[in-house]
């Protein structure tokens, strides 16, 4: 572009067009030419053309008054929207709530039929140890049962006829045997000593 040349020749045509558009961006922003009353403004498609500025220095401020009815008619629109809001968000967390509630249920059950598979597995369980111990030598089986937990002798022996136990008890150590007998009348009272 020749405008900004270092020509020296050209400079003073650079100042003369500068001079124009400085006066041009001065008359634009003193209010433009002084036939155009009104300034082109842009307005979206669907939206609400703006207010002119002239409009916008007659309308006087909105008071208190104003603002506070303005307040009152939109405050029961405001809490309706509100309540619905709420309303919504608890139907969701007791769906929420509903769902956990159908697993712990499934949970629950699954660990009952176990439970039950325990039991049924460990009645026949006792039922074969006792009758094993019933069928073995009083002085094999006190031998075995030294070494078993006191507990589990004590409920063998309590589940054995009572002649057979006997048996077995006076083949033990008199300290085992006197252990074992404290926990089987323990065991045998009907109400809790404590």
Not at 39 to 57: I, M
Not at 99 to 125: D, G, H, I, N, S
């Amino acid at each position: 572009m020749e405008l900004f040349s270092s020509n020296p020749h050209r400079r003073p045509r650079l100042h003369t067009t500068m001079k124009l558009l400085a006066a041009v961006a001065i008359a634009a922003l003193l209010g433009g030419t002084p036939g155009r009353a009104e300034e082109v403004r842009q307005v979206l498609p669907g939206g609400q053309a703006p207010a002119q500025p002239a409009e916008l220095a007659r309308g006087k401020a909105p008071d208190e008054s104003e603002i506070q009815r303005f307040c009152s008619n939109i405050a029961d629109a405001a809490r309706d929207r509100r309540y619905a809001l709420q309303a919504e968000e608890l139907k969701q967390l007791q769906a929420g709530i509903d769902e956990r509630m159908k697993a712990l249920e499934t949970k629950r059950a699954e660990y009952e039929q176990w439970l039950k598979r325990r039991e049924v597995f460990l009645a026949r369980a006792e039922e074969s140890v006792v009758k094993i111990y019933a069928g073995m030598k009083p002085d094999a089986a006190a031998e075995r049962l030294a070494m078993v937990n006191a507990e589990l002798a004590a409920a063998i022996l309590m589940k054995l006829d009572a002649r057979k136990a006997g048996v077995i008890l006076n083949e033990m150590d008199q300290k085992a045997a006197a252990t074992l007998t404290g926990i089987m009348a323990s065991a045998a009272r009907r109400v809790d000593p404590s």
